[in-house]
C-alpha cells in the first residue's frame, strides 16, 4: 500500500468522479484507475461501486476513508515536523471562525501569517461554533474561533477567551426603537426576529436570555449569515440582537442598548491531541506564545 494510492482514494471520494479525481492529482485517469485497482486486489474487496452515472464507496471503501486520511495527514505532518526542524514552516493551516468574529481580526493574521510563511498553504472555514468545535476535535480544522453563551464551555480541545461582550438590539433606521436610548427584553419580546438558526450557540445567547426572563418571542426569518440579516432589518422585517463589538461592521443599522441582555464569550481554540508548526506559528501570530499553550490550557480546564 502506498501514500500515493490513499491520495488516488481520497480524491475519488471526496469527487465522486474517476475522472474530477484525476483531474485534481494530475495524472491520467488510466493509471489512477489502476493504482486503485492494485489496491483492491492487496483488499480483495472493491472500494468503490461503479455506474455510468456515479460512483459511490462500498461499505469497505467507506471503512478504509477515514484511515486513509489520517495517514496522508500524518505524512503530510512527518514533512512539516521536519521542515520546522530544519527552520522553516510548512504544511497546511485550517482556520475556522464564526461569521459574527470581532475579538480577533482574522484576514489580518492570515496576511501576516502568509508574509511570513508562504510555504504553508492556508484554508478558512466559517461556520457556527458547534460545527467548528468537532472540525478542531477531529482534527480537520488546526485553530478556531467560537461564540458562545457564558453558560457554555468547549468540550475536548484546548483554548482560551479572547473577549465578552454583550448582545445589542439591531433595528432599521425608521423603526420606531431606532431613538430610544435603552430598552430591555420585554419591550423587545413584542418584536418580529431575524435570529441565527435554531438549535446554533449563537441563537441559544437569545433564546435562554427571553426563556430566563419568562417571555416569548416571534423569530420569523432564521439565517446563517449576519449580512443577510442586515438586508433583513434594513427591508424592516424584523430586529435582530448581535455583539455590540461585531455589529459596526453592518451597514445602514441602529443599534439600541438592552438592559438586561445576555453576554457572549468568544474563544480561540486548538486540538487537545497536538499542534503542527503551522498552527503554532500562527497562534504565536494570535498572542498565544507556544510556550504557554499547555499552561493555558491547564489553567481552563474543558
Known amino acids: 500500500m502506498e501514500l500515493q494510492q490513499m491520495r488516488y482514494v481520497v480524491a475519488v471520494a471526496e469527487t465522486s468522479s474517476f475522472t474530477r479525481a484525476a483531474e485534481r492529482c494530475l495524472v491520467v485517469q488510466s ?3 489502476h493504482q486503485i485497482a492494485r489496491l483492491e486486489r492487496e483488499f480483495g ?20 476513508l477515514p484511515a486513509a486520511r489520517q495517514c496522508l495527514d500524518a505524512a503530510e505532518r512527518a514533512a512539516a515536523e521536519v521542515a520546522a526542524a530544519l527552520g522553516e514552516v510548512r504544511g497546511r493551516l485550517t482556520v475556522g471562525v464564526i461569521p459574527t468574529v470581532a475579538a480577533v481580526d482574522i484576514p489580518a493574521a492570515l496576511r501576516e501569517f502568509r508574509s511570513r510563511y508562504p510555504h504553508v498553504r492556508i484554508g478558512l472555514r466559517v461556520g457556527g461554533s458547534e460545527r467548528l468545535a468537532e472540525q478542531v476535535r477531529q482534527g480537520a480544522i488546526d485553530v478556531a474561533c467560537l461564540g458562545l453563551p457564558t453558560t457554555a464551555r468547549p468540550q475536548g480541545v484546548r483554548g482560551r477567551e479572547l473577549a465578552r461582550d454583550r448582545l445589542v438590539a439591531v433595528v432599521a433606521p425608521g423603526h420606531p426603537l431606532a431613538e430610544e436610548p435603552e430598552v430591555d427584553l420585554r419591550r423587545l419580546s413584542s418584536e418580529v426576529f431575524v435570529d441565527f438558526t435554531a438549535g446554533t450557540a449563537g441563537r441559544a445567547q437569545s433564546d435562554q436570555a427571553f426563556s430566563a426572563a419568562g417571555l416569548d418571542r416571534d423569530v420569523a426569518f432564521e439565517v446563517q449569515a449576519p449580512d443577510l440579516m442586515a438586508k433583513l432589518i434594513r427591508q424592516g422585517l424584523g430586529i435582530a440582537m448581535l455583539p455590540s463589538t461585531y455589529v459596526p461592521q453592518l451597514a445602514g443599522v441602529r443599534t439600541i442598548p438592552v438592559s438586561d441582555a445576555p453576554a457572549r464569550v468568544e474563544h480561540l481554540v486548538w486540538n487537545d491531541v497536538g499542534l503542527t508548526p503551522a498552527a503554532k506559528a500562527f497562534l504565536a501570530i494570535l498572542d498565544t506564545p507556544t510556550e504557554h499553550l499547555a499552561e493555558r490550557a491547564e489553567a481552563r480546564p474543558q
Open 31 to 33: 493509471a489512477l484507475s
Open 45 to 64: 474487496g472493491k472500494l468503490f461501486e461503479r455506474s455510468s452515472r456515479r460512483v459511490r464507496l462500498t461499505p469497505a471503501g467507506a471503512a478504509f
